[in-house]
């Protein structure tokens, strides 16, 4: 018996040149420079294991921000509009979490608040940028 696929028009885009992609590797390197300025030179392993609530909020601040950048490339990549939808979704899950670290380490620091709020306000724009590109990406099917 033959599988009923479904057909989807879809142009392949190269993603690295898209700007929300290169706003979500530069959120990815900013939030790991600013985990290294307050927590040490320490790996993700390390941040990982350590039982320091700082150190926990630096991990997951990197983990998120590094979880950024392949689920543009996901909803870019697929023509599936249930795919897109889904890392859209997750993306303003993931975006809403970035700015709850950045409160979280802002409280745990006395040091290192000019980076945070820096590192907020690109998060923010990213948001900004992820709203007007989920628009353009629901209107390309």
Known sequence: MK???????HKKRN?????????AIHIFKLSRQISN???GDKS????????????????KLIMASLG??????????TADPAVKMQSVSSLEKT???LLHYCEKLELNHEHGKEFLELLRKE????????????????NQN
């Open 15 to 23: 993603v690295s040149k898209s700007p929300i992609y290169r706003k």
């Open 37 to 39: 300025y307050l927590r």
């Open 44 to 59: 993700i392993l390390e941040l990982n294991r350590s039982s320091f609530v700082a150190d926990q909020f630096s991990d």
């Open 95 to 97: 975006t809403a979490a």
């Open 68 to 77: 950024l950048a392949p689920k543009i490339a996901i909803a870019e990549s």
């Open 3 to 9: 599988k009923n696929y479904q057909s989807y028009r």
């Open 123 to 138: 998060v923010k724009k990213f948001g900004q940028l992820q709203s007007r590109w989920a628009i353009h990406l629901c």
